[in-house]
Each structure stands twice: as C-alpha cells, then as structure tokens.
C-alpha cells in the first residue's frame, strides 16, 4: 500500500473534488461512516456513549458526521467542540449545523483558558464508553499548547478506549513527530491512505491499530505514481531450483572484521547462509579467522594479513579486487575497524569493484569522507547506515534526521545515487529515483550488537536466490525483520541476541514464501 505525505493528500483531496466532482460533503460523509465501521467493529456502538471532541478544522468536521451517524445508530453521544463554531467552513460548517438541530448535546470550549470546564469534562469523559480523538487531523500545524494541550492530556489519562481520526491529535502527519503533545489511541482510521505521519515512531505506536478507508477516491489518484512511498510488503520469492547446487544461490564475498570485532564477519556471512544464500567467502584477518571458523565453517575463508591493530592490510587490495571479480555481489565494511590504513584500502576496493557492493558499518565511516568514490559507481552500491552513519553520510545531526527520515533518506539516495538503507524503528529502504519504503516487520529487541550485520548478510542472500537488486534490498530487510520478530514470539524481545536472529532466518524466509501476502496486511486494515 502507498503511504503519502500532508502535501500528497491535500492534492488527492483537491483532485477527488475538482477533476471527479467528489464533492468535500461525500469525502468527509465516507470517513465518518469508515470510522463508525471500526467502531461497530471493535466497540460496539448501539447504548454506549461516546464523548466526541471537535477541533475546527474538517478533522472536528469528521467528528461532527461520526456525533450524527452514532446518534441515529441508538449510541448517546457528547460532542465538545475545542473553539468558535463559526470558523468551521465548507462540509465542516453543514455538518455544524445539522448536528445543531439534533438532540445532541454539544458545548463549546473556546475561552483560552479551560480550568473552570475541566470539571464537567472530566465528568463526562468519565462517565463514557469511548472518546472520539477529532481535534487535529493532517492541519496541525504548531505545537498544542492551552486548552488543546489539557484536553489531549484527558483524554490519555482516561483509561477509555479511544478512536483517532485521520491520526493521533499532535501527531505531525509528515514525520509522525509529537508536537507539543499527542493522544494515545487504541485505533486510528486514516482517510485516502496512510500519511507517513501514521508509520513512522512514534506516531505509529501512538495511532494502536490501524485502519484506512480509500473514502471512494478513485484508484487512480491512490494508486498514483507520483506517489513514492509505500509500505514493504514482501515481494515473491523465486521458487528455489531443486536441481541446483551452491553456486546456482550467489557467490557473494564478504570483506570483513578486525583484531576487535570478531562477530560481524560472523553475521554477516553466516546470515547469507542461513537466509537460502550459496556461497559464503569471507575476507577476513588472518588470526580471526580460527574463531570465526569454530562458529561457522560452512564459510569459506580467505585470510587477509593484517595491520598492527589487527584489521585488513592495505596490501591485501589487488588480491581482493581479484577476488571480487568472480563474486555476483560484495559486502564491505562489518567489523572493519575504522584503522586508517584499512579505510583507505575501503575507499579504492569501492572505487573498483564492479559487481553491486554492500557497504555497512566500519566501510560507510570509511566512505562518508569521500561520497564522490559512491556518487561515480556504475555498477549498483547499496549502503545500510544506522542513525549515526546517516548523520556521517549527511553532515546532520541524527535529531535533525530522525526528525524528517523520508525526506532525508530520499534525498541522500537520489544525491549519492546508491540504494539507502535507514535502519532503526521501521527501517527505511530508499532508491535513487525516489522511493521510498517503510519496513513493517522487526521489534524493538532487534537493536542488539550484530543484528546490523545479519541484516547485510540477508540482503546479499536475497540477491543469491535470484532477485534482483533493488527487491534484494526491501526483501533482505523484511526477512531480517520477520526473523526478529519469530525471535521476539519465541522468547520476547528482551534479550534477543544477533545469533537468534540468525537462527530464526530459515523460518522468516519459509514464512515469508508461504504467507508472505498475508503478512503484509497484518499492519494496515482496510475498510470502506
Ligand atoms: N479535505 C478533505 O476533503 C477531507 C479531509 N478530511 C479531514 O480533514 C482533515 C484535515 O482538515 P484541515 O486541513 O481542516 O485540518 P485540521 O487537522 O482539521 O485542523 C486545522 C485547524 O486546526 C488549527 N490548528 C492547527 N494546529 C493547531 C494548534 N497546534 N493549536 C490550535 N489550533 C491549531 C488550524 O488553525 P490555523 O493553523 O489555521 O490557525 C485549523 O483551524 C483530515 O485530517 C481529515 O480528518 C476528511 O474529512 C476527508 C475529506
Ligand atoms: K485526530
């Protein structure tokens, strides 16, 4: 499914009324009615009752159909609207005044300053079954603050079950930020599609379940290639080749590890292995390589001699280039160390090596001082920065990236021309071109030493087996995720180590070939 941005809705919204005749009225009618779908759905509505609070813009306008609808259904509803009626405009305003000729009760809230009120709301939100969040939708546009901050603070200290509308109030719609504060809602139904506001932490987690109703606009304007971002929903895997041998699943090098990090290499080309991949070769420190060998000797190892720190010679750089050369594909960088002799052996195997390139960790600090050797590339460069190695990559800090991702981590691949793997909370996986997509599988005991190095390993399996390399990336992420997430069933999340993960890769990719469709409706619902 497309996820869009406030911008991308609002010309949605424009298009639906101005080219197809959907009138505002019939919009904001289908996102009420959606919104008492989920309600029927998941409360029940006939006898409850509901307090329902109206900012004044169409969110308030959505919650002004949903008080009518809930009324003429038998539920007894409060509606509180948060400023002066008369600002509300367009359906938002004919809905006003037809909820003013209903029995409803409604009270207007619009003094600055609410304390002498806050008494009888608390009485009514108490006395209800469910709160209905229709403050702010995708027309937030500063920090809450006054009335508005208090109201959302009721409405979290409730203990009511509540349904959001479009998004949590104080949730920015762009880049799922709180601003100010936010409601906690146990459901959320958005309209059109899901904004990137509704994905991204922590107005994810802020939203609980999720809904969506396409409120009839055509397929065309959701569907529309103007629209970069989407969910990763798993692609088909290809069947695997029963008549095949290790070579017919790639033949991938890993360039790998130091005198310090004995597990990355480990990771990253046992994860290949254990995520269907053929051939394992890893470049590695001569004296590491005993160890990594007890863990795994399923790998084939190529010793490298080494520095006086222990990381890879630069000595070593024609006969790896030889190397590269057979390989489908190259992984550089996990555990490499950042020795100054080994980042500059980094940045000239990246200048040659002509087979798509991985570079993770150690290898993308080596590069982040040199991106041209990235921008020159022909042959395809994939690279998987945490937070901190965007904010090397980028010149940012990593508040200013986690405050904007999508657009940042769009922006970095079209400039860099390499495929950008954000990785953290719902990783972000970004083409040159300009998509982007949000990855839905993976849990909070993933971020654990290592699991980075999995993730490469897994990506470079996917390529092995026989997709292509831009699928390669969004289905390596959703595997590394999916395995993450079988851990975290398994024993929960605390604890979960990169070595579960692993163990779990032959499972995700088994799940994800079986009921790989099925998975990807888990996050998002859709209703009408
Ligand atoms: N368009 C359509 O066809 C459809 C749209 N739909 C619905 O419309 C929603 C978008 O509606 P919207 O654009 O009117 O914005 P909305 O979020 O209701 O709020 C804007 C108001 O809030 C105010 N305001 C902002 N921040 C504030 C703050 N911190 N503190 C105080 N005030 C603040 C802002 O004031 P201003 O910034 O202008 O001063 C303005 O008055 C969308 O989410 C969906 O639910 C559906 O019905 C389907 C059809
Ligand atoms: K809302």
Same mark, same amino acid.
């Given at each position: %499914?497309?996820?869009?941005?406030?911008?991308?809705?609002?010309? %949605?919204?424009?298009?639906?009324?101005?080219?197809?005749?959907?009138?505002?009225?019939? #919009?904001?009618?289908?996102?009420?009615?959606?919104a008492c779908s989920v309600l029927l759905e998941q409360t029940g509505i006939k006898d409850k009752k509901f307090c329902i609070f109206c900012g004044i813009g169409n969110n308030g306008g959505d919650g002004l159909v949903i008080a009518r609808k809930l009324h003429s259904y038998g539920a007894e509803v409060k509606v509180f609207i948060l400023s002066d009626p008369v600002k509300y405009k367009g359906a938002a305003k004919t809905n006003y005044k037809i909820v003013s000729q209903l029995p409803v009760p409604v009270e207007v809230i619009d003094s600055p300053d609410m304390l002498q009120s806050k008494t009888g709301i608390k009485n009514h939100i108490n006395c209800c079954d469910i709160i209905i969040d229709a403050v702010f939708g995708t027309g937030l546009s500063r920090n809450t603050e006054g009335r508005y901050k208090d109201i959302i603070e009721l409405i979290n200290t409730s203990q009511k079950k509540v349904l959001s509308i479009d998004i949590p109030s104080g949730v920015n719609g762009d880049t799922g930020r709180i601003m100010g504060n936010a409601v906690r809602a146990d459901f959320t139904i958005t309209f059109g599609l899901p904004k990137t506001g509704n994905m991204l932490y922590p107005g994810y987690e802020l939203g609980g379940k999720l809904y969506v109703s396409h409120i009839s606009f055509p397929r065309s304007l959701y569907k529309s290639e103007t629209i970069k971002t989407s969910v990763n929903t798993p692609v088909s895997l290809p069947p695997r080749n029963s008549n095949g041998h290790k070579g017919s699943f790639g033949d991938v090098l890993f360039i790998a590890g130091s005198g310090s990090y004995y597990g990355a290499p480990y990771f990253s080309a046992c994860g290949f292995l254990k995520s269907g991949g053929g051939y394992s070769r890893l470049a590695s420190p001569r004296s590491i390589i005993p160890f990594i060998a007890a863990r795994c000797s399923e790998i084939v190892f190529i010793p490298q001699s080494e520095t006086v720190s222990g990381s890879i010679a630069y000595e070593n750089k024609n006969a790896i280039l030889a190397q590269t050369q057979k390989r489908n594909m190259v992984v550089l960088g996990p555990g490499l160390s950042l020795e100054k002799e080994t980042r500059q052996l980094a940045q000239e195997l990246t200048e040659k090596i002509d087979v798509p390139l991985l570079i993770d960790g150690d290898g993308i600090t080596a590069l982040s001082s040199n991106l041209s050797i990235i921008q020159k590339r022909i042959p395809p460069t994939i690279l998987t920065p945490h937070p901190g190695e965007m904010s090397s990559i980028t010149g940012m800090s990593v508040k200013e990236i986690e405050a904007d991702r999508i657009k940042i981590v769009q922006d970095t691949a079209e400039k860099l021309n390499a495929i950008i793997v954000l990785k953290g909370a719902h990783t972000l996986i970004a083409y040159p071109e300009g998509r982007v997509y949000i990855n839905m599988t993976g849990n909070s005991g993933m971020g654990t030493p290592g699991s980075g190095d999995v993730l490469t390993g897994a990506v470079a399996a %996917?390529?092995?087996?026989?997709?292509?390399?831009?699928?390669?990336?969004? %289905?390596?992420?959703?595997?590394?995720?999916?395995?993450?997430?079988?851990?975290?069933?398994?024993?929960?999340?605390?604890?979960?180590?990169?070595?579960?993960? #692993?163990?779990?890769?032959?499972?995700?990719v088994k799940k994800a070939r079986e009921k790989g469709h099925e998975l990807s409706s888990k996050t998002i619902r859709s209703i009408f």
């Open positions: %499914m497309k996820i869009c941005s406030v911008a991308e809705i609002r010309e %949605m919204d424009r298009a639906a009324i101005e080219e197809f005749g959907i009138i505002e009225e019939i #919009l904001m009618e289908n996102a009420g009615q959606g %996917m390529f092995g087996i026989g997709l292509n390399i831009e699928d390669s990336v969004r %289905m390596g992420v959703f595997i590394h995720g999916l395995s993450g997430d079988l851990a975290a069933e398994q024993y929960g999340k605390d604890g979960i180590t990169a070595q579960d993960i #692993l163990d779990f890769l032959p499972l995700a």
